[in-house]
């Protein structure tokens, strides 16, 4: 099977680099039928400090 494209990433907001894995299931579960997702969860990385989720000091 190819690997996907698309993986859903939900950082919480009420603790410093974790993800919201429920969360992310359920938008799994909500675009699977649009998108091209990335079939294993173990290739799911997270994208710390990428531009828009804001930093570990709060600012976006």
């Known amino acids: 099977m190819k690997p996907g494209t698309f993986y859903p990433f939900a950082p919480r907001a ?18 699977a039928g649009d998108l091209a997702l990335e079939p294993d969860m173990e290739r799911w990385f997270p994208v710390w ?6 930093g570990s ?3 976006r």
């Open 14 to 31: 009420d603790r410093a680099e974790t993800r919201d894995n429920a969360l992310e299931l359920e938008v799994r579960g909500l675009l």
């Open 57 to 59: 000091d709060g600012q």
């Open 49 to 54: 400090g990428a531009p828009g989720l804001g």
